[in-house]
T-cell receptor, first 112, second 116 residues
Framework: GQNIDQPTEMTATEGAIVQINCTYQ??????LFWYQQHAGEAPTFLSY????GLEEKGRFSSFLSRSKGYSYLLLKELQMKDSASYLC?????????????FGKGTTLSVSS | EAQVTQNPRYLITVTGKKLTVTCSQN?????MSWYRQDPGLGLRQIYY???????DKGDVPEGYKVSRKEKRNFPLILESPSPNQTSLYFC???????????????FGPGTRLTVT
């Protein structure tokens, strides 16, 4: 089966750096995705990792270690607008029909 | 503009009154799916479709039906809605993610359904 774990909630202050961790167990791993979701809105794509290492995209970076089943999303220079839920999702080719398997999300609250 | 659209965006209905939530995409994607999102449970897949006339159950299909008569449309049907189907629903369409082309999933704006 599959299992994706991430913390339920995190808090941070403006200008700080926060790291959101995600661990997963899948049999047919084919990529890990991070999405941002503001309350009541659709998830929006942030990053994609299929090979080990760090992918940097502006203030956001995502890291993957396939051997450890581990990823993290790093958010730098936090802004109030970064307050949102962050969803870790894995693509599992052995799971028929399931495009992405989502974790339950991490709600990040950024305060001034 | 590449997009996935859903209608209605908000719906309040009563138990047992059949309803349909429409979903349409303009990206010529073969793969489409429906999710529901509930507090503490995350996004869970209801049904998916690999192509026209090809549909199958996801993780939580009970109480739902879908159809895929055209590539662009993938409606979600609740034949007899019940209060436990009150949720936020998302339609999504995806590229196949084969070869050098990465997998990409696009979400619709969501439909907030309340069943009383």
């Amino acid at each position: 089966g599959q299992n994706i774990d991430q913390p339920t909630e995190m808090t941070a202050t403006e200008g700080a750096i926060v790291q959101i961790n995600c661990t997963y167990q899948t049999s047919g791993f084919n990529g890990l995705f991070w999405y941002q979701q503001h309350a009541g809105e659709a998830p929006t794509f942030l990053s994609y990792n299929v090979l080990d290492g760090l992918e940097e995209k502006g203030r956001f970076s995502s890291f993957l270690s396939r051997s450890k089943g581990y990823s993290y999303l790093l958010l730098k220079e936090l802004q109030m607008k970064d307050s949102a839920s962050y969803l870790c999702a894995v693509r599992d080719l052995n799971q028929a029909g399931t495009a992405l398997i989502f974790g339950k999300g991490t709600t990040l609250s950024v305060s001034s | 503009e590449a997009q996935v659209t859903q209608n209605p965006r908000y719906l309040i209905t009563v138990t047992g009154k059949k309803l349909t939530v429409t979903c349409s995409q303009n990206m010529n994607h073969e793969y489409m799916s429906w999710y529901r999102q509930d507090p503490g449970l995350g996004l869970r897949q209801i049904y998916y479709s690999m192509n026209v006339e090809v549909t199958d159950k996801g993780d939580v299909p009970e109480g739902y039906k879908v159809s895929r008569k055209e590539k662009r449309n993938f409606p979600l049907i609740l034949e007899s809605p019940s209060p436990n189907q009150t949720s936020l629903y998302f339609c999504a369409s995806s590229t196949p993610g084969q070869g050098l082309r990465p997998f990409e999933q696009y979400f619709g704006p969501g439909t907030r359904l309340t069943v009383t």
